[in-house]
Nanobody, 124 residues
């Protein structure tokens, strides 16, 4: 079964930046919309950002608009999440997942092939 692999998480100070990567092999990457989601203990997994198959349509949850940027490089089967002006409330495990052809509502329930996640901790 195909799984996506996340990387790039780290400990960073408030106001800092990180770029997360999501990669997969063995699939036709360009046929999938990709989403980034995050979860903290005791809470449900929530949407962060999604990108369409073409890369022309992107969705962001309100709390990250203007600070996070999602992009994709289909030649490398990779989707990136550039995070700037990080805040303590961005601390979470970040996951990527895929959805065949369409973005849908960028809802975690619509996506599959979840990776193990990468930890982002924003703290001084």
């Amino acid at each position: 079964q195909v799984q996506l692999v996340e990387s790039g998480g780290s400990l960073v100070q408030p106001g800092g930046s990180l770029t997360l990567s999501c990669v997969a092999s063995g699939i036709t990457w360009r046929l999938y919309a990709i989403g980034w989601f995050r979860q903290v203990p005791g809470k449900e997994r929530e949407r962060v950002s999604c990108i369409s198959t073409s890369g022309n349509v992107t969705v962001y949850t309100d709390s990250v608009k203007g600070r996070f940027t999602i992009s994709r490089d289909d030649d490398k089967n990779t989707v990136f999440l550039q995070m700037t002006s990080l805040k303590a409330e961005d601390t979470a495990v970040y996951y990527c997942a895929r959805k065949f052809l369409t973005l849908g509502h960028c809802d975690p329930d619509e996506f599959g092939s979840w990776g193990q996640g990468t930890q982002v901790t924003v703290s001084s």
